[in-house]
Every structure is written in structure tokens, then in C-alpha cells.
């Protein structure tokens, strides 16, 4: 059964951010602590530990996956000069060989503050023992960090900022009716950082004409969007049983963001996951042609307001809903109507079941996946069926099983 870790880098001991300048796919890592239990499978998040006045330059700043049992090595050859200590440099001790599945840059990095008041990670061991190198976490947390993560870079929707008001409003106004903090449960609904949360409540907060011109805020166009869409012109104040309403129906029930077999982030569809089921179900009544005729539509110039690098987007019955996951419908429809429902892995002996929708089941699974770059496009998926699609995640066989579909889709 695999786990999950975080494995930690101390600049002052090894150049880290050197290191990562080279855009490496793989190295050797120390396993200083719990060797016999880190698995070839096991999912590490790497840890970058700055002290001192940069403190808030430590956090998560690459993902991993191990591919080799720990056993006694030394540094890798073109790596033993980012030892700042000679002895480190020639040590011959216990590392495991991990691969990167996605490198952050100065941007991206998940920032220590991010994850001290979390409610789910706020307590790693890592906080509070800053001086080992291998830290067991449970699945709930490791699934947490990667969604946090993955939310970093999206724009806060409108149905967020609703949200971000009303946790304002019921700050000022209703403590008591909530009974407590209502922050934390949106943040794990949502999948944002209390931190940053916190920040847009605040925004609202002093958005409120009533505080003292020094201290409010005017928020920018989205912002002031909501504000202007809940707040009564006549009263001079926030409408909160409209506002009470509009957040009880979209955020106290629901999907929470999960992990795919893909390990990708999927945040819930909006706005409504019946359409969403009705569409899919469409697209796969239509043709190989027709389908990719619907994807090459979607992603012509002749819409130039359109994103095509994950959703596409289109007009007609074709029409893909759009998610924050970012992957289009009609790729997901190519790849099982392209294949016929069947795995594609060449030879495959297990016979699919039938799914609800009276299909084959099949999986849709990308070849190089999106969090290392790779395109959501009909180039880079392929059907599988639901053992072979772990494998190809999770089995010694991975990389030969990429290899092949890579091959597959260049014949086809």
C-alpha cells in the first residue's frame, strides 16, 4: 500500500534552488528516517526549509513519486558540488530515486503560511521536528496539500467571492448564529488556504461604507460586482437574508475538490452536474467526425475570447461544460468513441462491464499528465480500462506503458 511523505531541503546544506535551475526529471534523495517504510509508489511533496527572517520563503515547491527502494548510494556525480560540506559529497548512505511529477516556480511555491493554520494540515510534524528529512503524512493531508496547491493559480470565481462576503458579514454581524468560525469549512469546500480566505473576507470587510475613509477599501471590479449585488441601496447596508440564501445554496452542500486516479485535482463542476452528466452523454452519441470536428470548431481563431488550453468550447449541441479541472468533455468522448470503449493497451485480456450508461466501462487516462505539462488534447489520451489505468500511474511497468501510447497515438 503506498503512502505519502514530505522530504525536505535545507539550502544551507545543499543548493537546492541550483539544483532545481537544471529542470531535473529524477534524483537520488536522502532517506534519513523511516527508509525501511518509503515504497517505490509512495507520493512526496518536497519541503524547502529557510529559517530566519525568509521564513516565508519555505513550503512545498515540487511533487514527486518514489521509483526505487532506499538502499546505501552515493551522490549522484553532477550533483556532489551542491553539497556545501565534503563530507556530504562523498557520503555513502541510505537514498531512494524519486521522479518529479511537477517543479513550482518562484510563483507557485506553496508558502509555509499557507499551511500553519490549516485545519487539516496546520499540525504537520514538520512544523514542529524542522530537522529531519523524512516526514510520514496521512492521505488526508497530502490529498489537502495538492488541492491548496492546485487553487493557487485560479481566479476566485463568482460564487467565492459570494462566499468571502458573506463569511465577512457573519463575522461583523452574526458570530453567534454560526457558532464559530465559518472560515474553515468554506476553505475546505473551495479548496483555497484559510490564509487567503481570510485576505478576501477582509476586503469586504472594509469595503463597508460605514468605516472610516482611511481604512476602507474599494475592492476591484469582481469584488465590487458582489458588493453591489447584495448590498440594499435603501437600507445603506448588506442585504443578509438574500446573501444568507445565496451561500446556503450553493456552499453548505456538495462535492468537496478530490484527487483522480490521475493524481490531478478535480474541483466540483459548475454550475450543475446534471447538465454536465446530460452533455457527456450527448457527445458520446455522436461520431469520431463529428467529435473531432466539434474540437478543431472549438478551438478556432473565430472565437479569440476563448481559453483552449483545457476547456473547450463551442457553440453548438457540442458545447463542452466547463470545470476547474480544466479538461474538455469532447477530448474525454474522442478517446472512448476513438477506441470503441476497449483499453488500447495491446492485448489486453479483461473483458469491460458494462457501465451505467450501458457502455463498456473505460477510463480516460493522458499519456503525459497535465500536471507535467501535458496537453488535454486527443494526442495525449487514451482508453483504458480501470486496472490498466493504475498500472499506468502506479505500476513498475509506468514508464513502458507511456512509451507504447505514445507510439500508438503517433501510428494513429
Not at 549522484?76 to 563530507?87: I, K, M, R, Y
Not at 530515486?97 to 494540515?121: N, T, W
Not at 474538455?328 to 495491446?346: G, L, T, W
Amino acid at each position: 500500500m503506498s503512502a505519502d511523505w514530505i522530504f525536505q531541503a535545507q539550502p544551507k546544506r545543499f543548493h537546492i534552488d541550483t539544483f532545481l535551475q537544471r529542470k531535473p526529471g529524477s534524483t537520488l534523495w536522502l532517506a534519513s528516517q523511516h527508509a525501511e517504510q518509503i515504497a517505490v509508489g509512495d507520493r512526496v511533496f518536497l519541503w524547502r526549509s529557510i529559517g530566519g527572517g525568509l521564513r516565508d520563503e519555505s513550503g512545498i515547491f515540487a511533487e514527486a513519486r518514489v521509483v526505487t527502494r532506499a538502499k546505501p548510494l552515493p551522490s549522484p556525480p553532477d550533483e556532489q558540488e551542491l553539497w556545501a560540506d565534503e563530507a556530504d559529497r562523498t557520503a555513502v548512505v541510505k537514498r531512494v530515486r524519486i521522479e518529479f511529477r511537477r517543479l513550482a516556480d518562484k510563483g507557485s511555491l506553496l508558502r509555509r503560511r499557507l499551511l500553519e493554520d490549516d485545519p487539516i494540515v496546520g499540525d504537520l510534524s514538520i512544523f514542529e521536528r524542522p530537522r529531519q528529512t523524512n516526514y510520514p503524512i496521512s492521505v488526508e493531508q497530502a490529498d489537502r496539500i495538492a488541492v491548496v496547491w492546485s487553487g493557487l493559480g485560479l481566479p476566485w470565481s463568482r460564487d467565492e467571492l459570494m462566499a468571502a462576503l458573506w463569511i465577512a458579514c457573519v463575522r461583523r454581524y452574526q458570530p453567534s448564529e454560526v457558532g464559530g468560525d465559518p472560515t474553515p469549512e468554506f476553505a475546505l469546500r473551495s479548496g483555497r488556504s484559510v490564509t487567503r480566505v481570510k485576505a478576501a473576507a477582509e476586503t469586504f470587510y472594509r469595503m463597508a461604507p460605514d468605516l472610516p475613509a482611511g481604512r476602507q477599501v474599494f475592492g476591484n471590479k469582481s469584488e465590487r460586482q458582489i458588493w453591489d449585488d447584495f448590498f440594499d441601496q435603501k437600507q445603506r447596508a448588506i442585504d443578509l437574508p438574500n446573501l444568507n440564501n445565496a451561500y446556503a445554496s450553493r456552499w453548505t452542500t456538495g462535492s468537496v475538490p478530490t484527487i483522480t486516479v490521475d493524481g490531478e485535482v478535480a474541483f466540483p463542476p459548475r454550475p450543475d452536474t446534471k447538465r454536465d452528466a446530460a452533455e457527456e452523454a450527448n457527445l458520446l452519441e455522436c461520431t469520431l467526425a463529428e467529435l473531432l470536428r466539434a474540437y478543431s470548431d472549438a478551438r478556432s481563431p473565430i472565437h479569440p475570447n476563448d481559453d483552449t488550453r483545457g476547456e473547450a468550447q463551442s457553440d453548438d449541441a457540442l458545447d463542452a461544460p466547463k470545470t476547474r479541472v480544466g479538461r474538455s468533455q469532447i477530448v474525454i468522448a474522442i478517446a472512448k468513441v476513438r477506441a470503441d470503449f476497449r483499453c488500447e493497451i495491446s492485448g489486453c485480456p479483461i473483458e469491460p462491464f458494462t457501465g451505467l450508461d450501458g457502455r463498456p466501462y473505460v477510463e480516460v487516462h493522458h499519456v503525459v499528465p497535465l500536471g507535467e505539462g501535458g496537453a488535454d488534447a486527443p494526442e495525449n489520451v487514451a482508453a483504458l480500462c480501470p486496472m490498466h489505468h493504475r498500472e499506468a500511474h502506479h505500476g513498475v511497468r509506468a514508464g513502458a506503458i507511456r512509451k507504447s501510447l505514445q507510439w500508438l497515438r503517433y501510428r494513429h
